[in-house]
């Protein structure tokens, strides 16, 4: 098993088949450690927010979910996609209203994405010191900050140089 990609890696064209391999061969590893169950419609579904380096919305998941031969019920993408987010497997990105897998599952980490505003790739980097900022100030006011993502929408490298 191949460690995680460099976060550029999401803004560059490349063969996703590796990604999402790698991806669920990580995510059946610490799925098996934790004891959880990772059921065909959740494997199918983190298998979904491989298949690319966007962020996919409830209903395009459950569209595919559908072709792939699961129910039409949208509580069935969301049952799915609120294990994975829940067990650190997919994030939510909030600014799109959209899930993307994680890119390193398993791992206690805090993540930045960025988001690509026209072509829509998302790369999710690691954290420190912004996350160390607000886990101060959270402090400070008795708080304990339990997620710190952030979130930045611009152009990817590809897009900006096409512009």
């Known amino acids: 098993m191949s460690a995680p990609a460099h976060p550029g890696h999401a803004f560059t064209s490349h063969d996703h088949s590796h990604c999402r391999r790698d991806g669920l061969a990580r ?7 934790r004891g ?11 298998e979904i927010l491989l298949q690319e380096h966007r962020a996919l919305g409830a209903y395009e998941v459950l569209d595919r979910l559908v072709a792939a031969g699961f129910g039409r019920q949208p509580p069935v993408a969301y049952r799915a996609l609120d294990f994975l987010v829940e067990n650190g497997f997919a994030h939510r990105v909030q600014a799109l209203n959209a899930f993307i897998a994680c890119a390193h599952p398993g791992e206690d980490h805090q993540a930045v994405f960025l988001i690509c505003r026209t072509c829509s790739a998302i790369a999710e980097a690691p954290i420190d010191a912004p996350r160390a900022a607000v886990e101060k100030t959270a402090n400070a006011l008795g708080f304990v900050a339990e997620r710190v993502n952030i979130e930045a929408t611009g152009l990817c490298p590809k897009c900006r140089d096409a512009a």
Do not use: E, H
Not at 36 to 46: A, D, E, I, N
């Open 27 to 33: 995510a059946d590893q610490v799925a098996r450690a």
């Open 36 to 46: 959880l169950r990772m059921t065909p419609v959740r494997r199918c579904t983190l």
